[in-house]
């Protein structure tokens, strides 16, 4: 193990496999990686390394600024963390797996594209993330999404307006899933339920600093830290190198197996600069679309329950509906981002939601080169699918809340972002359809796997690091 090993010390050298970012999808498939074989593996990660007193002290997880790692034709934010760890320092960890019928989007309604692959394919890995996680979970969620284990953390402890909610609607409400450990473990307290996710002051959100280091200070593996990749070299369908800079200096490392793993916006940036630029490469960037809303309750208090957030409700999610505009799952808040109600004796008499849409991959959406060959965004805004399909949410959502005593429903407007960047290099079947196929390797480049969620080929309602874990759990499970 070498953390920080000097840009110097690699330049020139040959790897068995070199890992772009570390992330999601790059720690996961080297945890699983590590497991079956012995191999000399370099990780290049532009960030460096932020340890969680460091990112308490400094009131960040990060010291380099997204925004100015991209520009924009739009004022929409693309929220993501450049450091050792990427997205599991500050993700909220919420934990939903993707519903069976998001993998069928295109089978069953004529919509979208279908996954390469489905629900039971991957099930045995979500269980696999699960448990490396320490997943609080509803067992009852297994109505919807079959299970074959348990969760391994009991439930989060629900609010008074989520009781009410199941006990009326019991196949389609449920305790959020989530890596925000219900009982301590070894490396982590129980949630404090401070309401502060992205920066845990407990600790007791997983992370890689607290859950995955072992990944980077394994005796094969060395860690180059403010290594900013950009670009991949390749000859006779195989890529043969990268080239990274450091410190103004450009540095090349040669290696048998590559996995690019930086995240939906700059791991598209660096296949486009390599001039591995196929139809469906930088197309496609999406996130869900959300919305912010907020019930008033007549006499029923809310902010009892254990975590930030406590229920979620399918009830507006799969259907026919799916073929004319989007599912919609919406999320129940035990946290006040509207302030308490402003009501002698009812400060708590409120529940804030949070509806959030899926969204179809269109081409206009997508990342591309700027004249200094940076990643420029292109983005015009969702689909009507995904607009139609927030309209029919808001319309029906007083008929999913009638368990409740709701005196009205508050419109608290659209959601600037829900800080997931997904789908500018989509896996599928074939080279007519996508850019890396089931197991997450190009098509074309056979020594190049693509991890984390920029290989989604639809964007579900769900939050996605849970699936981008699990997909790299499994394609490390195909290396032989």
Sequence with gaps: MVLDVRSEQVAGEHFDVVVIGSGFGSAFFLHAFQKRRRARVLLLEWGRHNSHAWQLEHGANTDLKDEETYRSNSPKPWNYTIGLGGGTNCWFAQTPRLH??????KSLYGVGQDWPMTYDDLEPFYCQAETIMSI?????????MPRSMAFPQPPHRMSTPDRMMKADQPDQHFVMPTARARLATQQRPSCCASLRCWLCPADAKFTANNGLMHVFEHPDVAVCLGSEVRRLDHAAGSVRAVRFRHGGKEYVVTGDLFILGANGIQSAAIMLR????GEFVGRGLHESYGWNMEAYLDGVDNFDGSTITTGLNFGLYDGDHRSRHAAALVYFEN???HGLRPDKGRLRQTLPLVIVTEDLLEAENSVRLDENDNAFIQYKGPANYAVQGMVRAREKLPELLRPLPVEKIIDRGLRRTESHV???LRMGRDPTDSVVDRNLVHHSFRNLLIVGTSIFPSCSCANPSLTAAALSLRAASLIM
């Design 335 to 337: 946290r006040w981002q």
């Design 274 to 277: 390599s001039d591995l630029d």
């Design 136 to 144: 609080s979970g509803d067992p009852d969620m297994a109505t919807i």
């Design 100 to 105: 069976p019928n998001d993998f069928r989007l």
């Design 422 to 424: 997904q789908g500018t």
